[in-house]
């Protein structure tokens, strides 16, 4: 049992990246890069012992005639697949194929990154006992099964199947799980959802010489399917940043950087591997690309062709602010700033004459219908703005030139609550020439506050939670795709309304079926799907392309721990915060995780979502406030500092450790009653036990007809 004094003691007041974060069973990632299957999921002819190399043991899996057998390796992996081989009859070939889901095994090739057809398998030609490693550039970056297809008479003879994983290359071998973040809660099912946040990120991490695996991007299309044009070839070599890590879109693929992925997949870092080098690489990639007369920044990273994103721009710019705010790099921001004034001068140069930002380039996440008056770009835009405002501030930027900003913001806030706000519907129509409420721009309106008063903002909570499906939240701007990157935005939507009910539920919801689904991997997040679950995402014709493990879906990592356990950093590195937990029907959670400042934690007990229990740490030398309505109560600091709270609201506090005393508890955390007027309410700490483990099997969609041989 891990006690309060002995987690304070191994991470919570310390800096140190080497402490072990509490709660690491939930951890993902490996504890060694040498990964080996842990189940035989299917066999097809006669293998021998199929089983007899599973866990890493030296075994004899014996194949012989055409035969076929496929290895789970319990979650997603990624990297490079080494055969150890013993006895084999003369003339014998080996071949492999990778897939994420299960609905794409195949005896003919692997699942795809392409827009049409699968990837090929590959092949050894074994003559005699050794090891057989594929090439480097054949590195998978993402699968949790590999087959092994045995296709000539004779035998052949398999001691030992093994992976070397490759992502997160810049941290050491037995590293991988050094988080510095760490939540839980009594909630089984949103511990794993944060943990596979986590991991989905870090499977994303990879050496910048093994990106781009859209190989031949442009060439082969719809129209050439699997059949017409053969399983096409693939490889991973493509340099696409410099430094040892980079941050790409999704494992298996685009393998590219985008800037708009990070706006969800960086805070999800931030709060679980702090992997600040990475982020810097990144976004370094993407700034290298700018052009320098007209500012315009990339849609993606290279080697992908250069165009005109009215968001994915922006985003390039929230890169910017996002990492100084987690960083605390005031030297990364300088060294960015004129940079990044030409970037948004070029967003401002499309306002016209209406105060709004026409959107000219329909290049987005690949939803439908992105142009003119687009409620979501001018979301984002003001959201922009008002960030190189506060960036502006830090750096004594001209009061001149940062007043002509909030003018220019002030005219879109106006102009599209007059224009886009539907008052009977209480949402934003996606322009002012449709009917349409797209999600992603009404996410974006409570995100930005553009929204002009709070009722806006419930209201938009409510008319988005009216929409869910079985599956999730659907976005009627993309066919009805479930859009687990424009749902992260929507989990923040309703935490800033203030309900965290409906935040938590659409977690459950949407996150539960990604994780507990049999077609997803249960340990990384996809990066989008039908909202009849059928794993085809809207955007693509091509259903075994769809990435199994997406940055962009990690929303729920740091709003669990910024606006459930409520760390919300208010300056860079967290020189200022504000303490403001919100549980809806959670009972307990204990999440934290560092800065270069240092440690920021809470732990928090409610009941029916009253807050009874807190007990928050923040950095010395750092200043902030708690906020929580509806408590009466009062503050005491470890030295004895006794700060009461006027309705529900502290400030002025400095960094330390707080522990909430309630007035009039009747209810402490471990269920006693009292009847003092005044309960140190100590929140519980963890105790170790797993507890049970929600599991919806769903019937599986008539799916890939899987030929062997
Ligand atoms: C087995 O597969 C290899 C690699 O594709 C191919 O060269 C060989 O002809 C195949 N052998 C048979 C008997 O199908
Ligand atoms: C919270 O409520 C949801 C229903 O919205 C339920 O499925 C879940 O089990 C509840 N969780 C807890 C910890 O009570
Ligand atoms: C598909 O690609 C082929 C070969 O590059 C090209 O000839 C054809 O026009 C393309 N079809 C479509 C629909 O883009
Ligand atoms: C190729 O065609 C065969 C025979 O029609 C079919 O069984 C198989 O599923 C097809 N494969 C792909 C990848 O489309
Ligand atoms: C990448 O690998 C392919 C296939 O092996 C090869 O044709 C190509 O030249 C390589 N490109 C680079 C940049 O190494
Ligand atoms: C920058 O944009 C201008 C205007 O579109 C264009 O003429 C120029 O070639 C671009 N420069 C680079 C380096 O792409
Ligand atoms: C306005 O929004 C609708 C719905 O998304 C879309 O069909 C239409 O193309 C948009 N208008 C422009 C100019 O993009
Ligand atoms: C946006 O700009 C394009 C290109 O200049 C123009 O055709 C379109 O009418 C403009 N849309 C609006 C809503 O002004
Ligand atoms: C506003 O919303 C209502 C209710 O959904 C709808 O009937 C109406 O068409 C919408 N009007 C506009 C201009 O979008
Ligand atoms: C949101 O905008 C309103 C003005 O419309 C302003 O009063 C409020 O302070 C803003 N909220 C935040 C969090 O910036
Ligand atoms: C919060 O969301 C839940 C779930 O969508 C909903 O039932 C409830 O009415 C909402 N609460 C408020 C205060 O809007
Ligand atoms: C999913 O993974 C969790 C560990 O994260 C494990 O406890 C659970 O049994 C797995 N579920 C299935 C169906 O394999």
């Not at 053969?230 to 879109?249: E, K, Q, R």
């Not at 679950?533 to 990592?557: E, F, I, K, M, Q």
């Not at 929600?694 to 799916?703: D, H, I, N, R």
Request: charged residues 10%; negative net charge; glycine residues 10%.
């Amino acid at each position: 049992m891990a006690t309060l004094s002995s987690l304070l003691a191994i991470g919570f007041l310390t800096a140190s990246a080497s402490a072990a974060a509490p709660y690491n069973q939930y951890i993902l990632a490996p504890s060694s890069r040498r990964l080996h299957p842990v189940s035989v999921h299917q066999i097809n002819g006669s293998v021998v012992n199929a089983a007899s190399v599973l866990g890493g043991s030296t075994g004899s899996a014996v194949f012989n005639n055409a035969a076929a057998v496929t290895y789970d390796f319990g979650k997603n992996v990624a990297g490079l697949v080494t055969l150890q081989i013993g006895n084999v009859s003369a003339g014998q070939f080996i071949g492999l194929t990778y897939t994420e889901s299960s609905l794409w095994i195949s005896g003919e090739g692997c699942d795809a990154t392409q827009d049409a057809g699968i990837d090929e398998a590959l092949w050894f030609q074994p003559s005699g006992p050794g090891n057989y490693s594929v090439s480097r550039e054949h590195e998978r970056g993402g699968f949790r099964y590999l087959s092994l297809l045995h296709n000539t008479t004779g035998f052949v003879n398999v001691q030992g199947v093994t992976v070397q994983f490759t992502p997160m290359p810049h941290w050491r071998d037995d590293q991988l799980q050094a988080y510095t973040g760490y939540f839980h809660s009594n909630d089984e099912l949103l511990n794993r959802i944060w943990y596979a946040g986590a991991y989905t990120n870090q499977i994303c991490t990879i050496d910048p010489t093994r990106g781009n695996s859209l190989v031949h991007l442009g060439v082969l299309n719809s129209t050439q399917l699997g059949n017409v044009t053969g399983p096409d070839s693939w490889y991973l070599n493509y340099t696409i940043a410099s430094g040892s890590s980079v941050l790409v879109d999704g494992a298996k693929r685009d393998r590219l950087v985008w800037p708009g992925d990070m706006s969800i997949a960086v805070p999800s870092i931030t709060v679980s591997t702090y992997d600040l080098v990475t982020i810097a690489n990144s976004l370094d990639s993407l700034f290298a690309l700018q052009n320098k007369t007209t500012g315009l920044l990339p849609y993606a990273g290279a080697p992908f062709p250069l165009q005109y994103s009215p968001t994915y721009h922006l985003y390039n710019l929230i890169g910017v602010a996002d990492y100084y705010l987690y960083s605390n790099d005031l030297a990364y921001l300088q060294g960015k700033w004129s940079d990044w004034k030409l970037g948004l001068n070029f967003s401002l140069s499309f306002i016209d004459s209406s105060g709004l930002f026409n959107a000219t380039s329909s290049a987005d996440w690949l939803r439908f219908g992105m142009g003119g008056h687009n409620v979501e770009a001018n979301s984002i835009l003001y959201y922009t703005i008002n960030q190189g405002i506060a960036l502006g501030q830090v750096l004594n930027e001209s009061s001149s030139l940062l007043n002509s900003w909030a003018q220019r913001a002030a005219g879109i806030k106006a102009s599209a609550n007059r224009l886009l706000w539907n008052d009977t519907a209480g949402m934003y129509r996606d322009n002012e020439t449709t009917t349409l409420m797209p999600q992603d721009g009404n996410c974006w309106a409570i995100l930005a506050n553009l929204t002009a008063n709070s009722s806006q903002i419930t209201r938009i909570s409510s008319a988005l939670a009216a929409r869910w499906g079985p599956y999730g939240a659907p976005a009627v701007e993309a066919a009805n795709a479930v859009s687990p990157f424009i749902s992260g935005f929507e989990l923040q939507a309703h935490m800033l309304a203030g309900n965290a009910t409906a935040a938590l539920k659409l977690m459950r919801l949407e996150w539960g079926f990604m994780l507990d689904d049999p077609r997803m991997t249960n340990s990384t997040f996809i990066e989008g799907y039908s909202s009849d679950g059928s794993l085809h995402y809207a955007p693509y014709t091509n259903d075994p392309r769809v990435s199994h493990a997406h940055g962009w879906a990690t929303g729920p990592t740091s709003t669990l721990t910024f606006y459930v356990g409520g760390i919300h950093l208010l300056s860079a590195g967290g020189s200022t915060w504000q303490i403001s937990p919100m549980l809806g029907n959670l009972t307990s959670v204990d999440t934290g995780f560092q800065t270069t400042l240092g440690s920021f934690t809470s732990q928090v007990n409610a009941s029916s979502g009253a807050i009874t229990g807190l007990r928050f740490a923040t950095p010395s030398g750092t200043t902030g406030s708690v906020s929580l309505p509806g408590v009466s109560g009062s503050l005491r600091a470890t030295n004895g500092a006794t700060v009461a709270l006027a309705n529900g609201m502290a400030s002025n506090l400095t960094g330390g450790t707080w522990t909430l005393q309630v007035n009039g508890s009747k209810t402490v955390s471990n269920g006693t009653s009292t009847s003092s007027s005044t309960t140190t309410a100590t929140p519980a700490t963890y105790t170790g036990s797993a507890g049970s483990v929600f599991v919806s099997w769903l019937t599986l969609a008539a799916g890939w007809v899987v030929t062997f041989i």
